[in-house]
């Protein structure tokens, strides 16, 4: 038989979040964002968890191309546009739209040399408004606007940014309210659809009023059940749509002063149980997961002791008496928020997520 790990993905969840953002954001429609591989719910899963959605939206061409050979039909959207010429002309032969975001992505579009009969590329323009990754300064917005719309083989241009404080309204630093500023200041007169908000933004929208709303939204972490901070993600409304689950495969009686693990970092204090869980650092559990961070075993919660090894952990079963050997345990999902545990491991849901290895079986639930 397979391990008894898996990862089941519930596509009846993820219809319930994309319904949540639509809500926080009336009017707007949806781009739903399935970058790496769908968050790791697998692309053709976020697809069908997703097909309400008004457009998808991701990084990676190879996959643009494998959601057209899947069927999807609707608009799709490569956040960080095309990284050389061939992918400007998969662009204009299956119809994805692309982020335009530097002078040298700009100056391959300015030379691309489509058929005739190639439909219009639609792009997305990308101002920087203080994130500093990508997109032109306000004050360049308008001449790289101008460069695209003078091409004939440019459709639709849509003026975009991304918030880098999304979550904390009242950023000390980078306010969500300045770079709105920068963005209304440098788009300033230039006709097309805005798109602006992600999961965070989206969230915050009712506390930020009329000025963040625009044409188009871009949700990614809160359509898989994610919190992208400020409240959890049961307080805003949004159902996990991933549950990790495994098995006790092992359990030991330990005495005072016994260890467990490597580097023998957890001793006991007196007599107690410990379980062993089917699953480790390989099945893209967080090996700094320290002592003490929840796990569920059984529908009871406990936590970790020991360190995270390649192919198991160890949790302490004090107060589940009645797990044995095959007992469930589940390390992430319905039951165990995501946050919690990527909180405890100092990192965050989308790591989480993204990081659950190939060879842990997934199935639908
Ligand atoms: C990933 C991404 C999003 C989605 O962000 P979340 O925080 O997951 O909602 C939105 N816009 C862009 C440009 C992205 O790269």
């Known amino acids: 038989m397979p391990r008894p790990i898996a990862a089941t993905i519930h596509i009846e ?4 979040n994309l319904a949540r953002a639509r809500a926080c954001a009336p009017g707007a429609k949806v ?14 899963r976020a697809m069908r968890g997703f097909a309400a959605a008004d457009g998808l939206a991701l990084i990676e061409p190879d996959n643009a191309l494998r959601l057209r050979e899947l069927g999807w039909t609707k608009p799709i959207l490569l956040l960080e ?9 998969m662009m204009a032969e299956h119809g994805i739209n692309g982020a335009v975001h530097c002078e040298e992505q700009l100056a391959l579009i300015e030379a691309a040399r489509l058929p005739a009969n190639a439909r219009p590329l639609n792009l997305h323009l990308k101002m920087n408004t203080g994130m500093n990754r990508l997109g032109f300064k306000p004050e360049q917005f308008a001449a790289a606007h101008a460069r695209l719309r003078a091409l004939p083989h440019v459709g639709e241009i849509t003026l975009m940014t ?9 950023h000390p630093r980078l306010p969500i309210r300045e770079q709105i500023r920068r963005f209304n200041a440098g788009a300033a007169g230039l006709p097309g659809p805005v798109s602006l908000a992600n999961s965070a933004g989206i969230l915050h929208m009712q506390e930020l009023g009329g000025e963040l709303a625009s044409d188009w939204v871009r949700p990614g972490i809160m359509l898989y059940g994610g919190s992208p901070g400020g409240k959890s993600a049961e307080e805003f409304g949004l159902l996990p749509t991933m549950t990790l689950a495994s098995e ?4 030991q009686e330990i005495g005072a002063g016994d260890c467990v693990g490597y580097g023998s970092r957890f001793q006991a204090d007196g007599p107690m149980r410990i379980g062993v869980v089917a699953c480790g650092y390989a ?8 002592q003490d961070t929840p796990v569920l075993v059984d529908g009871v919660r406990t936590r970790l002791v020991g360190r995270v090894s390649m192919d198991m952990l160890t949790v302490d079963l004090s107060n589940v008496p ?5 007992s469930k345990v589940v390390l992430w999902g319905v039951g165990m928020p995501i946050d919690e545990v990527a909180t405890a491991a100092g990192t965050i849901g989308y790591e989480l997520m993204c990081a659950v290895a190939p060879r842990v079986r997934v199935q639908e639930g």
């Open 283 to 290: 099945d893209g559990y967080p090996r700094h997961a320290p």
């Open 31 to 44: 781009w739903g964002v399935l970058k790496a591989n769908g968050y790791g719910h697998g692309l053709e």
């Open 248 to 251: 006790l495969i092992s359990v």
């Open 81 to 89: 546009g095309g990284f050389d010429a061939a992918d400007v002309a």
């Open 13 to 16: 969840s993820m219809k319930h």
């Open 322 to 326: 009645q797990a044995r050997v095959g």
């Open 162 to 170: 991304h918030f880098a404080n999304a979550d904390e309204t009242a």
